[in-house]
T-cell receptor
């Protein structure tokens, strides 16, 4: 299964957009990109996923590059409650439908 | 959205005792449930995958005789930590659902073994 690389930490100001990058250069054609986040001492929360097209929902937008080797999760107007660890996960049949969590990006939203 | 609950949310037990953690999908049926463990300041590590009505599949390095998993119905899976020791103290999280849809996570159970 494809591995992902994320910066260990980022911060942004409240009300501004938070752009979280993820590299997945070994992704294969049938693998999806999923994003989850984990607020301290809670279970992970699903955010969004995509295959090759950009996706948007009520929580975030996902931008996937044309070669699919990287993606960016965008929180359009970050709030203090968005402070969490964000995980980018690549998943497909080759990984047996299992989520493999890396170290993620710790996002701190500043007041 | 779909809700997954865990019980208890936290538990403290003496070394050598067994602890059972329940994971329930409240408003949907889950054919597959996953159990994870998370040590402080570390990421989630998958322990095992359980399918309703069949034996769980354990990840490498996870002792199946120590971490007993039962998935007797489409809405309930249990994890029993047998003969718990202080090194088993951790945050245990379950998830339910199928991939390619969202995988729904429970709130986690914090186990402390004295």
């Amino acid at each position: 299964d494809a591995k992902t690389t994320q910066p260990p930490s980022m911060d942004c100001a409240e009300g501004r957009a938070a752009n979280l990058p993820c590299n997945h250069s070994t992704i294969s054609g049938n693998e999806y990109v999923y994003w989850y986040r984990q607020i301290h001492s809670q279970g992970p929360q699903y955010i969004i996923h995509g295959l090759k097209n950009n996706e948007t929902n009520e929580m975030a937008s996902l931008i996937i590059t044309e070669d699919r080797k990287s993606s960016t999760l965008i929180l359009p107007h970050a709030t203090l409650r968005d402070t969490a660890v964000y995980y980018c996960i690549v998943i497909g049949k080759s990984s047996g439908d299992k989520l493999t969590f890396g170290t993620g990006t710790r996002l701190a939203v500043r007041p | 959205g779909a809700v997954v609950s865990q019980h208890p949310s936290w538990v403290i037990c003496k070394s050598g005792t067994s602890v059972k953690i329940e994971c329930r999908s409240l408003d949907f049926q889950a054919t597959t449930m996953f159990w994870y463990r998370q040590f402080p300041k570390q990421s989630l590590m998958l322990m095992a995958t359980s399918n309703e009505g069949s034996k769980a599949t354990y990840e490498q390095g996870v002792e199946k005789d120590k971490f007993l998993i039962n998935h007797a119905s489409l809405t309930l899976s249990t994890l029993t930590v047998t003969s718990a020791h202080p090194e088993d103290s951790s945050f245990y999280i379950c998830s339910a659902g199928t991939l390619y849809n969202e995988q729904f996570f429970g709130p986690g159970t914090r186990l402390t073994v004295l």
